[in-house]
């Protein structure tokens, strides 16, 4: 309190606004005790700090906002500089040109001296074989032809509108694809390994899931006692090693290609499909996604064209779903009965194909 | 403002230095003088009208030679500090047009901040001395110094302190007004928190004022 007052008495003596008795009698004190002397100094140095502190904080306060008002009344700009480049550009004009001009000439010459000294007489040479090549490439499209024809005595003879594969998840002749691969078309024809045709007729579609079940019509088709792989209902893990096969290339040779599960859930989170990485082309599409146990865990739907190697495939429960819906809707009289065991466990990769192929078809559209 | 300078561009400006120099001995300078005394009575107007007259050419100085728009800002409002410390010292004469004046600080402030970044020093384009203005920037480095401990010393204080000390000094309000802002029931009572207040401001600033003096 004693040292709040002082400081008060100070600082009233060092503004003026003392009485002039008190003053008087303040200044006999600071003679008598030269502490509070040093003090007082000290203060009003202090004071004259405070006091210019003061004086630059506003006036660095007003440049502030003169800055701002100027900038925004564009009385100043703040000009984009010249780029080094373009000073440096300036400054080696000439140089640059004289440069551009010697490599442009240098490069001029060597062209025309490589022309004149390269041997010209190989060229025709080349030719020749790669029309040799061309016959023989002929020769054996002929032959290829002819072979086709025969197995494809009952190949419908347009051209498939759309190509994919499926696969059978009934002995009886039920194979289930993707839907936007029969989508909009007037008839289906599958053809297997071996290249034998079947015709067969969409009896169920579902686009937002992305199936389609088909059932083969032919009579030519033998149906398959017990289908080597199961179709798995409970959600696949994330990780998990994947394989597919299917018919990407026009002709009818079966494709294997594998990868693993990225995410639980499809394209923009939706939860009818995974995320999978694999390489997949066009005809893949309704491909049959296994996990290492040979279960099927989806069917490959698509791919996203943003972004690279993301594909997406339909999960198995949407098969299983599908199928109730046939059974509430039809009056069918055969009940379509999805394999439940898997016979390839602990199998080879290769053997586990051996076994698969012969269940997945290409399918092709009309 | 008149100028009997022909209006060169900054990167021609040195070739001509000396020429300049010696036109400008004698300068015309009435109306900077009044310019200058206006500034140093902390006229806002008088300050704007040199913002607005000198700022792009020195802004064209740093930009060409490597400096930012932030730099540009920095350097000119220091070197518009030191002339507002130079025109209050009422010691200032103008022997020199204040453009050559506030060009010759910002080429020696932006000198000194490349080369505290420890860039090279590359061969500016105008950047020769124009006006010996050593003296001048180290009155100003002092006051900077101390300025620098004010606010230092400010920012420990921390509140409700700093800002009782800020309404009292800087903003000059009187003890009423700050007491019934600041929720004291009078101004007595405001009065002392400040005393207290004050002291301890002391003790942080001639704390750092012994150990930049030493």
Redesign the interface.
Known sequence: ME??KL??AIERYLNGEMQPDEKTQFEQRRKDDPELDHRVV??AM?LQ????????????N???D??H??LATG????????ATIINLWKKYKRVVAVAASIAGITALSISIITYYFTPNGNISEIQKLSQQFKQLENSQRQTNRELNNLKESTKPAAQAKVGGTGFLVDGKGYLVTSAHVVTNADSVYLQNVKGEYFKAGTIYINHLSDIAVLKITDDRFQPVKQLPYSIQKNPAALGEEIFTLGFPRPSSEIVYNRGYLSAGTGYNGDTLAYQIAISANPGNSGGPIFNEDGDVIGILSGKQITAEGVFFSSRSKNIFTALQEIRKDSTMEDRIKLPQTSSLKSLDRTQQIKKIEECVFMVKSY | MIFHLPDFTVGYFPVYSVLIIRITVKPDSTEEIALLQRLAK?D?QA??TI??LY??MV??LI??NNGS?DDA?DIF?EA??VL?EKA?SGTFTLNCQLKTYLYSVCRRLWLKKLQQQQHYLPEMNGMEDMVPVEEDLEAHQQ?NA??QM??KALLHLGEPCRSLIEAF??QKRNMTEIASHFGYTNADNA??QK??C??RL?KL??AEYKNNNV
């Open positions: 040292e709040l400081l008060d000290e203060h202090f700090q405070m006091d210019q502190y003061c004086e630059g904080k506003r006036f660095r007003t440049l502030h003169i800055h008002e100027l009385a100043i700009k703040e000009v984009p500089r010249k | 902390h806002r300050t704007e913002y607005k700022y792009n802004q064209s930009l060409n728009f800002r409002q518009l500090i507002y209050r006051r101390e300025f004010m606010e000094y800087l009065k002392n005393y207290k004050l002291m002391k600033f001639f």
